[in-house]
């Protein structure tokens, strides 16, 4: 007989995709869960490869825009927060991120060139 029932490992399987949703790293889920359900190190390393898992599969089910809106919402909180620390030279990665991400494509792409030449970059 198993020492957890099916609907503990869901709770604790549930709980490992928020935290992977919310940002932490494999390593870090791994002990939160470890710590959090008292399970040992291969459940919980199991418990967050399925986070892992669950989260590549929606992003293969989902559509260029939104993950783009996603990634640019992602990134203006970290801008603000960054901002509120006094970090500006992250505040102007970030904005450099931004840029390279929404506008230089944009510009390249309206870019008239002679057989495709696009020089070097």
């Given at each position: 007989?198993?020492?957890?029932?099916?609907?503990?490992?869901e709770d604790r399987r549930r709980?490992?995709?928020k935290i992977v949703s919310d940002g932490y790293g494999w390593g870090d889920a791994t002990k939160?869960?470890?710590?959090?359900?008292?399970v040992s190190r291969r459940t919980a390393i199991r418990d967050v490869d399925l986070a892992f898992e669950g989260i590549v599969q929606s992003l293969d089910k989902?559509?260029?825009k939104s993950l783009m809106g996603w990634m640019t919402l992602g990134i203006q909180r970290n801008i603000m927060k960054a901002e509120s620390q006094?970090?500006?030279?992250a505040v102007i990665s970030g904005y450099r991120l931004l840029f390279d991400m929404i506008i230089r494509p944009r510009e390249e792409h309206s870019k008239r060139t002679w057989r495709g030449y696009k020089g070097s970059m």
């Open positions: 007989m198993p020492r957890t029932t099916r609907k503990e490992r709980y490992a995709l939160i869960i470890e710590n959090t359900y008292s989902s559509d260029v006094g970090n500006f030279g």
